[in-house]
C-alpha cells in the first residue's frame, strides 16, 4: 500500500505542476503577452514576412500610445483578421502628405525606418496636401513599406479599443532576436507640436508681465 500511495501521490504531484504551469500559460496569453506571426510585406524593412514577435497586451493601460510605436489591431476591414502598423498620429494630431513627405503637426517626421516615399492613392481616406485632424480615441497608423501597405491612408484611423497590444519583441528568426525600440526621438513621439508652441509662448509672455 505504500509503494502504491507513492506513486499516487507523485503523479498528483506532477499533475499539480502542469495545472499550475498550465494557468499560468493561459492568464500569461489572454492578459499579458500575445505571440504574433508576420504575415505580408507591409512592415518591410522593419519586420519580414516569417518573423515572429511578442506583443504586450497591458502596456497601454499603464501609458496612452506614442508615436512611432508598432502595435498589433483587429483590421477594420475583417475583425478576425489582426493587422501590424506603426503609430503616425495621435488623437488631435494633424497628419498631411506633401510630395511624398509626411508632416505632422505642420512639421516633417523623419522617418528612418520606412522603405520608400509615402504614395496616396485615388479615392483613399489621405489626399495630398489636405490636413486631417485625427479623432479623440483613435489613432493614425501606417506600414513602414508604404507602397504595399494597407493603412490609415486608405480606411481612416483606427479605434485605440481595437489595438491587441504594442509589438515589443522579436524572437525569430534568431540573427534578429531583440527589444524592439521607438526609432523616434522621445520628443516626438507623445508632445503635440502645437500645443507645446502655445504652451512656451504662453510662458514667455507671463515671464514677461512679471
Known sequence: MGIVKGIIDFVMD???TIV????????????????????????????????????????????????????????????????????????????????????????????????????????????ENIPITVPVNMLFVMGDNRPRSSDSREFGPIPIQDIVGEVFYRYFPTDKIGVIKNPLLQSLQSLLFPRLKKSQESAQTLAGIF
Do not use: C
Not at 477594420?76 to 494630431?93: A, C, E, H, Q
Not at 522617418?111 to 483613399?124: A, H, M
Open 14 to 16: 506532477i499533475l499539480e
Open 20 to 127: 499550475f504551469i498550465g494557468s499560468l500559460f493561459i492568464v500569461t496569453y489572454l492578459f499579458l503577452v500575445g505571440p504574433n506571426q508576420v504575415r505580408g510585406a507591409s512592415m518591410e524593412p522593419t519586420f519580414y514576412s516569417g518573423e515572429y514577435i511578442l506583443t504586450s497586451k497591458i502596456t497601454y493601460k499603464f501609458r496612452n500610445p506614442h508615436r512611432g510605436d508598432v502595435i498589433v489591431f483587429q483590421s477594420p476591414k475583417n475583425p478576425d483578421i489582426d493587422y501590424i502598423k506603426r503609430i503616425i498620429g495621435l488623437p488631435g494630431d494633424s497628419v498631411e502628405v506633401r510630395e511624398g513627405e509626411l508632416y505632422v503637426n505642420g512639421q516633417l517626421l523623419l522617418e528612418n525606418y520606412i522603405s520608400e516615399k509615402t504614395n496616396l492613392w485615388e479615392g483613399g481616406y489621405l489626399q
